[in-house]
């Protein structure tokens, strides 16, 4: 390991959900329609995490979006920006997107290469022309709306579609393992995202006016129940907890976490030990969605 | 009138290779000259649309269909970005879109059209429409896959899309964008060393596609669950194209099927399938599934302080009474019968209707709703004898659509209807309703009446009539 002045750092490993109905109850210019508010708890959630971090210096965002969607191997975007339209093929009436980012390529490659010597299957992502998905739009957007941060994309392997959560998780263990070696050693200052709801049962109808929140509530009270038994685990610091349940959960609560987001995050964490703060709860067309920051300090003084 | 008709149905891949990489693995060019030789039947055919179902669209707020007429963008695939871009521009049937969607919301089901620029049309969709449509010069539409649809409403989705095909006169091609077993290789491959995933994918692939050569294109869809399970990938909760694509065909399993292709893609299952509606020789059904004509929908989820009890008005009217009734029976058929799926199944054996000379007898119509043997308007009691509360208005409105069902199927119409003879199982309570509907439908018609009040019908119903009436000309 290098010296203490080069070394990189996690400055904050968070649980940074992506509905795109919390872009559009935002209203940004970037986003074509138009919305009358909703989704506040969430919204109000994320000012709250980027509030927390308003005074933490790092370098660069490291985002994992179950949306981009890669079934051979793990892959990153590999060009220095993108530019397009984003527009969400199952709410389309709610996101349509133009987006303008830029991506920490050395980074990329550095978490990519260490993946690939640890055996895992990688690719770079360089073709000029692919859509950035809207998962990962979303919570950069929320997480960062002035997209003055470059980003790390890392695309969701469905070894849970392949195999079992048993296999996603020990594969997506150990590229959460590199990823923290990859920025440990780049001597960056980094914000790692997992982009993922909680329990992920949706309503299958969408009111007249979708961000009507007399509709919105949980699809069920068995989903609310494992959204609470997981955020109880996010604020006693048992991480261990969670990756001993992942299966149970994921399949039970249908969760959103079958994208290996949560596995990998708490992994580039080094499973805390030390209590997740909470920023928010709340429910979008039936699913769980919590935002949960670890702060290092949290982690510093754990270790100390 | 013309009577709209499908006239192909095709199974076709989907990943990117057909289109970008055909040169760089024989099997991959085998499927590409498949593609071809479909596209050239497709022309042959005369087609005027082509309806494609989408594996790679997946929907959640019911099922969505592409109405913007010409979507044009560039298509990236999410694992196969290295082989490259496939710009396209589309030619898209906007108006039936449009009507497809409505149809869909009359069965019940939750529908929606997209026209947004920049939508990201599916992969699927892309391949198939520039491998089979490479000139656009035969409008399409495509619709999503919903990820929790079940059989249901995936067989519904089929039933209004002809419903527009035969309205509006279609020479229809219907499409699966598809994989057969959808395991790819988790790693990188070399072109050349492309294969099936494993022994067992490709033992049932070929199992597939041998009843599918046969024409036991239902019996595929009555395997679903089980090829789910056992070849495919859990990306979506069930194996779905198969049961659209048989209600397409009308649930048949005597069609002319022939496979054109069965290749590897990145070791997941790739074939080209063309189904003939002509008739072959198979044709046995082993088991069925229940017909659906209505999707009765998901319990209401938007309103949670509804209770179970207090369903909207539409579903109560759709409440099934399949446990509360006597056996149904497939109407006879001898001598001048007539007999329409569109009516309800008899209770016995009998006709839905018997002409005679110039006239019609009908047998007597009930409120039952076809397919779902619902009763709008609600049973009079429950299966255990129960007595519910039901609305006569509602059942007689039905009795007057089973009517006008039947006396269409026989070429003619309402207006054709001469003498009726009307039974109640509650005069003091239902003669009012009862004589409202039938001022505002039959009573414009004007045929002799006769009401009767009886103890009991064979079905929970209050209300049924015997007509007879004009039979249409036979020329
Ligand atoms: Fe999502």
Redesign the interface.
Known sequence: MGLPMSKGEIVAGCLAPHPPHLVYAENPEQNEPTAEGGWEQLRWGYERLRASLADVEYDAIVLLSPH??????T?FLGLPSFKS?S?D?????LF?YHYDLNIDVELSRQIHDRAHEAGL?V?M???P???VDYGTITTGHMFNPAWDKPLVVV?SN??R??YSVEVMQEMMMELGRVTREAILASGKKVVVLASNSLSHR??????AIPEDMS?E?I?SHAMHLWDMRMIEYFRSGQAQRILDEMPEFTEQAIAESDGGGLSWLLSTLDIPKYPGILHGYGTI??TGNAIVEWPERLHTEASE | MSTGELVGSYIVPVHPHTVLAADQNEGWARLRDAFGEAAQRIKDSEADLLIIYSTT??????H?IIADPNPEW?M?D??F??L??IPYSFNIDEQFAHAWNKANQKRGL?S?T?A?????I?VGSVVALKLLNPDNAIPAVIV?S?V?ANRAETTVLSKACMDVVRATGRKAVAVTAMSLSN??????IDPKDDKIHSLKDDEWNRKILEFLSEGRLEDVGQLSRTIHQQIR???VVAFKPMWWLSGMNQNRNNLTGEVLAYEAV?GAGAAVVHLDPAESGAGDKEYDEDDVEYFAG?RN????QETVDDVSEEASKLRSVETNGPELWEPTDKGESVNSQAAPKPVGAYPHARRVGDLLYLSGVGPRQPGTNAIPGGPIHDSDGVALDYDIKAQTHAVVENITRILEEAGGSIEDVLDVTSFLVDMDRDFKGYNEVWAETLGHVGPTRTTLAIRALPTPIAVEMKVIAKAPSLE
């Open positions: 981009w969607q890669t079934y051979i191997g892959h339209l527009v093929p199952v709410f389309p009436n349509r299957a690719k992502m360089e073709n022309d692919f859509r695309s469905r070894s579609d392949y949706h309503f299958t109808t969408e009111s509709k509530h699809t067309i039936g | 669209w997946p929907s959640i707020i019911g969505q560039v990236v999410h694992d970005h290295d490259g871009s939750k929606r997209v947004y620029h920049g939508f990201p599916d999503s919903n929790y395991r790819m290789f988790t790693k990188h990938v859990n990306k990145h998901e989820v938007l309103d949670a």
